[in-house]
Nanobody
Framework: QVQLVESGGGLVQAGGSLRLSCAAS????????MGWFRQAPGKQRELVAI???????VYADSVKGRFTISRDNAKNTVYLQMNSLKPEDTGVYYC????????WGQGTQVTVSS
């Protein structure tokens, strides 16, 4: 079992920044994909950014150039730096890690006011 604990969400004005963190309860290797998804009210969960098992990063088109995913394997942690936030970025952000199966965090709320 792997527990993921997210932090860093909150309320911010449009144009502002937030940094999300997600810490895993066990050792994470570079071969384990880690990433972030989000779910807006009334919508399906969607990919935001992922650091793949092959070492590459993939971003949703809507966040390219504004969000940056990074990871610190020594701390078993993945981060999401979010800049130039827009109201449409509002939602619950979920961290995930793939270790034989996919594990999810409990989610952290991000609200961007216009």
């Amino acid at each position: 079992q792997v527990q993921l604990v997210e932090s860093g969400g909150g309320l911010v004005q449009a144009g502002g920044s937030l940094r999300l963190s997600c810490a895993a309860s066990r050792r994470i290797f570079s071969s384990n994909a880690m990433g972030w998804f989000r779910q807006a009210p009334g919508k399906q969960r969607e990919l935001v950014a992922i650091s793949t098992s092959g070492g590459s990063t993939v971003y949703a088109d809507s966040v390219k150039g504004r969000f940056t995913i990074s990871r610190d394997n020594a701390k078993n942690t993945v981060y999401l730096q979010m800049n130039s936030l827009k109201p449409e970025d509002t939602g619950v952000y979920y961290c995930m890690v793939s270790i034989e199966r996919t594990y999810w965090g409990q989610g952290t709320q991000v609200t961007v006011s216009s």
